[in-house]
């Protein structure tokens, strides 16, 4: 059984940055595709970021290209998000997600497992 633990969600005024990481237990992690999605209140769960299993290739949601890096360290079975330039409008809560292929995806429904995700709130 794959487990996604998400953590470094909090509090951060609009500018600010944070770092999101996912650790990944399980089956091999460097055989998986990872991505990052988030849900505002309200609003249906959003593509953000995906990387492919050896991180050499990464993607990013219009909204966040040029403030948000995608990463992950193999050897230790995580996957990153690193947030700079924070808006309101990045409130959510961020999933991580794991998909048993070489590369990721936009849709939701071609991730294999899911974190419970973590609580990122920006303020004006």
């Known amino acids: 059984q794959v487990q996604l633990v998400e953590s470094g969600g909090g509090l951060v005024q609009a500018g600010g940055s944070l770092r999101l990481s996912c650790a990944v237990s399980?089956?091999?992690?460097?055989?998986?595709?990872m991505g990052w999605f988030r849900q505002a209140p309200g609003k249906e769960r959003e593509f953000v970021a995906r990387i492919n299993w050896s991180g050499g290739s990464t993607y990013y949601a219009d909204s966040v290209k040029g403030r948000f890096t995608i990463s992950r360290d193999n050897a230790k079975n995580t996957v990153y998000l690193q947030m700079n330039s924070l808006k309101p409008e990045d409130t959510a809560v961020y999933y991580c997600?794991?998909?048993?292929?070489?590369?990721?995806?936009?849709?939701?429904?071609?991730?294999?497992?899911w974190g419970q995700g973590t609580q990122v709130t920006v303020s004006s």
């Open positions: 997600a794991a998909r048993f292929r070489r590369y990721g995806s936009r849709e939701e429904s071609d991730y294999d497992y």
């Open positions: 399980g089956r091999t992690f460097s055989r998986y595709a």
